[in-house]
């Protein structure tokens, strides 16, 4: 790439002593800075981890939260974009941005193998720095578990003292799921969905149904005729069952870090964890596996 004085910018930085071939990237600098680190807001991001120890593992420790957190944004963004193509009915649309969702899911899982390199001890060297945090304090993953269908309003309660934070998660609370939405397509399509499904305070937990068992047993059983609602319940079951996967890899890295000492958000731990490892997403897509 030729500058106006006809000289190439692979010359000029030879000239400055660093051995470049031709076609090696530009390195740019303008008046507003670097255009990928303005895009990325990477020195922003990279000025936010502060170890409060010398401990080796604590970088890890922080970063891999760090990592995740970011990712359930990306969940939480796809997840919305999915209930709003199925709201509009867009299946073929929904089915699309679930693979990416799946992605997502599948990363946010592997993200437990750097923190499963930790010993007990390395563990123990900077945990008490956490105080009474703990993930169960993560906002971004309380937005994750309500768009997908797990409502629990005092969870949003306990938010209320972050008016921004407290005001996201009550419109999330109030507005359909993910499931919601399916149902309500499914109920559309003149599936047998129960009208409690379709209109109801979305607030409230779900309740998984018989009538909502039947209504994926009919897509399943007639799934040449509902080949699109098939391929959606499908792609919602493997959703569901990444998901968990991360439920159970987070219960196991706890195990290994902390055998069945307490939490620090004041829970049993590990035997806490087991029962939130036991919940289903989209409850009746795993019971219709008996009838099938
Ligand atoms: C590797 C060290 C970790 C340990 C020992 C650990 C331990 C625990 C424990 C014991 C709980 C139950 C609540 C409590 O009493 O504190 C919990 C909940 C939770 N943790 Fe972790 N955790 C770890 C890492 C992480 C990371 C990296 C994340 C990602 C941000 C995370 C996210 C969560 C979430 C979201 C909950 C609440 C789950 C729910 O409400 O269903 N944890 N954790």
Aim: net charge negative; charged share 25%; with cysteine.
């Amino acid at each position: 790439m030729n500058d106006p004085t006809g000289r190439s910018l692979a010359a000029e930085v030879r000239e400055e002593g660093a051995p470049v071939a031709d076609d090696d990237p530009k390195v740019v600098s303008t008046d507003e800075g670097n255009p990928f680190i303005r895009y990325v807001g990477s020195d922003v991001l990279l000025s936010l981890q502060y170890p409060r120890t010398d401990a080796p593992a604590e970088p890890a420790f922080l970063i891999m939260t760090q990592v995740m957190e970011l990712l359930f944004k990306l969940a939480h963004i796809e997840a919305l974009r999915t209930r709003d193509q199925l709201e509009s009915s867009d299946v073929t649309g929904a089915l699309w941005t679930l693979r990416r969702l799946g992605q997502v899911s599948a990363t946010l899982t592997g993200s437990w193998d750097v923190l499963g390199s930790l010993s007990p001890t390395e563990y123990a060297e900077f945990r008490e720095q956490l105080g009474s945090g703990t993930g169960f304090q993560s906002f971004m993953y309380r937005q994750m578990e309500f768009l997908l269908g797990n409502k629990n309003a005092k969870l949003a309660e306990a938010h209320r003292a972050d008016e921004r934070i407290h005001r996201d998660l009550v419109r999330t609370l109030t507005e359909p799921s993910l499931y919601d939405a399916a149902l309500r397509l499914l109920w559309r399509r003149g599936l047998p969905v129960p009208r409690s499904c379709v209109e109801r305070d979305w607030s409230e937990p779900y309740e998984e149904q018989d009538a909502v068992v039947d209504a994926w047993h009919v897509v399943y059983v007639e799934k040449d005729k509902y080949g699109d609602l098939y391929q959606l319940a499908e792609a919602l079951m493997s959703l569901a069952a990444d998901l968990g996967q991360w439920r159970y890899t987070h219960l196991l890295t706890v195990e290994r870090l902390l055998g069945a000492k307490a939490g620090t958000g004041g829970t049993t731990g590990a035997n806490w964890l087991r029962r939130v490892a036991d919940h289903r997403f989209f409850p009746e897509l795993w019971m219709v596996r008996t009838k099938l």
